[in-house]
T-cell receptor, first 115, second 114 residues
Framework: DAGVIQSPRHEVTEMGQEVTLRCKPI?????LFWYRQTMMRGLELLIY????????DSGMPEDRFSAKMPNASFSTLKIQPSEPRDSAVYFC?????????????FGAGSRLTVL | AQTVTQSQPEMSVQEAETVTLSCTYD???????LFWYKQPPSRQMILVIR??????QNATENRFSVNFQKAAKSFSLKISDSQLGDTAMYFC???????????FGKGTRLHILP
């Protein structure tokens, strides 16, 4: 398996632009997580899905952020409009939830810079 | 709400020494999982070790072992015979069975010095 695949690896955009980050989880995994990493706040859980259904989005900073998982093999995190304070590394991770499982596999991350 | 606290923002040790990274957590649950993840400069997050709360025996993976103190809600990571390749950010993480949400501490940056 190729692991969790995220795109783009790097994105530089200007304030006010829409940003879409993409994630392909590991085949067979039933849970998907989006995290944001910054120096100040560490790794923050933004949202997670179980069987494509959003379970907890309490970590999503505000209405400018939205996430979707239309099927088991694809998820997006969208920021519209983007702001400089959104600059961070965004990680997608997936896992198979259940007894003896629950180990997160992370993608390589998407580094977002908003100017 | 569950919290994970790593009290050491940064540590440095000499190669071949043993180092212990601290982690405490807060929960009212009795069933949960604990993890240590490593993030080297490449940015990739890598699982180091995992512990299930109902297991009293401390988990071990080669040079990595944990000291799991359930009553004290403590989950420290010991790295024996440290190597230059162990230089990384280390994150402690917690997952409770009830809602499957995995939360992370703020990390400890570990430098292994030659």
């Amino acid at each position: 398996d190729a692991g969790v695949i995220q795109s783009p690896r790097h994105e530089v955009t200007e304030m006010g632009q829409e940003v879409t980050l993409r994630c392909k989880p590991i085949s067979g995994h039933n849970s998907l997580f989006w995290y944001r990493q910054t120096m100040m706040r560490g790794l923050e859980l933004l949202i997670y899905f179980n069987n494509n259904v959003p379970i907890d989005d309490s970590g999503m900073p505000e209405d400018r952020f939205s996430a979707k998982m239309p099927n088991a093999s694809f998820s997006t995190l969208k920021i519209q409009p983007s702001e400089p304070r959104d600059s961070a590394v965004y990680f997608c991770a997936s896992t198979l939830q259940g007894p003896g499982a629950n180990v997160l596999t992370f993608g390589a991350g998407s580094r977002l810079t908003v100017l | 709400a569950q919290t994970v606290t790593q009290s050491q923002p940064e540590m440095s040790v000499q190669e071949a020494e043993t180092v212990t990274l601290s982690c405490t957590y807060d929960t009212s649950e009795s069933n949960y999982y604990l993890f240590w993840y490593k993030q080297p400069p490449s940015r990739q997050m890598i699982l180091v070790i995992r512990q299930e709360a109902y297991k009293q025996q401390n988990a071990t993976e080669n040079r990595f072992s944990v000291n799991f103190q359930k009553a004290a809600k403590s989950f420290s990571l010991k790295i024996s015979d440290s190597q230059l390749g162990d230089t990384a950010m280390y994150f402690c993480a917690f997952m409770q069975n009830r809602d499957d949400k995995i939360i992370f501490g703020k990390g400890t940056r570990l430098h292994i010095l030659p």
